[in-house]
């Protein structure tokens, strides 16, 4: 497999895994709390049980988003900050930087100020 194959497969592992509302859920907590068990992570997030919960943090371990701590029967998850999550950063970094600048004035206002319909500045 090329490079640019290789980071196109792991960048769209990176999207599908944060594209979920549970897994994002996931990730704002071990951003808040830190390193979390699967018990500790489904006692924050209601809307699903353990057992989805550990399928979600799978999924989010493949894909280089989060990482596991084996602390004997106990595993213990947490933000990886050198993987993928770094690499989404920068790709999605890569597309602003590229982009051409749009015609839209940050100045103005949504309003009008007559019936023309021109935009006011706002101050």
């Given at each position: 497999?090329?490079?640019?194959?290789?980071?196109?497969?792991?960048?769209?592992?990176i999207?599908?895994?944060l594209?979920?509302g549970?897994?994002?859920?996931?990730?704002?907590?071990?951003?808040?709390q830190?390193?979390?068990?699967?018990?500790e992570?489904?006692?924050?997030?209601?809307?699903?049980?353990?057992?989805?919960?550990?399928?979600h943090l799978?999924?989010?371990?493949t894909?280089?988003?989060?990482s596991?701590?084996?602390?004997g029967?106990?595993?213990?998850y947490?933000?990886?900050?050198?993987?993928?999550v770094?690499?989404?950063?920068?790709?999605?970094?890569?597309?602003?930087?590229?982009?051409?600048?749009?015609?839209?004035?940050?100045?103005?206002?949504?309003?009008?100020?007559?019936d023309?319909?021109?935009?006011r500045?706002?101050?």
């Open positions: 497999m090329t490079d640019s194959k290789a980071a196109s497969v792991s960048e769209t592992l999207f599908d895994a594209s979920d549970v897994r994002r859920q996931i990730l704002a907590s071990l951003s808040e830190g390193e979390c068990t699967v018990s992570l489904a006692a924050q997030i209601d809307s699903v049980g353990r057992t989805t919960i550990s399928s799978r999924v989010l371990r894909s280089g988003v989060v596991e701590r084996r602390a029967r106990q595993r213990f947490s933000l990886d900050r050198d993987g993928s770094s690499a989404a950063v920068r790709y999605l970094q890569r597309i602003l930087d590229m982009a051409p600048p749009t015609d839209a004035d940050p100045h103005l206002s949504a309003g009008t100020d007559d023309r319909g021109e935009l500045r706002s101050s």
